[in-house]
């Protein structure tokens, strides 16, 4: 019982400073917030893992990622820490929590929309604008102002994971997390 009461403590202060490290990239976001913190667990030599499923396989930020969830947990007492990737099942869009939606959005990023339903198997990719409205062209509603008459002026921004638009409502130029 005492063990059990012990264990569950230092999971749970474990879990606690994974996932209030900071994105690298979208610093206004934690990693749980992203989605990108899948797993934090003990082990049996009390030591502790904890899981990263990087937004792509070749996300420039997963090193930076690592050694902050590394350097976390040590902070909070753990001598044996490891920092794992798991790229299956890959990173969606959709992982992003309502919080981490809401804080992109204060930080004058519009948020991804759901990311495309595929099923079982091989993945096809396709490259464009997902979020489409009537006439065929993407609809991304501004951050500031909430207008849908928005338009992409390049598709890629300061990361790969964002494209670069333009409000032509309020005029305001805005970054765009891309859906995945």
Known sequence: MVNDLAERASTAVAVAAAAAVRDPELPMLTLADLGVLREVRLDADGGVTAVLTPTYSGCPALAEMRADVDSALRAVGFDEVRVETQLSPPWSTDDITDAGRRKLAEAGIAPPGAAPRRAEGPVPLTLGPLRTGRSGAAVVHCPRCGSPDTEE???????????????????EPFEQVKEI
């Open 153 to 171: 002026t390049s598709r890629f921004g300061a990361t790969a994971c964002k494209a670069l638009r333009r409000c032509r409502a309020c005029r």
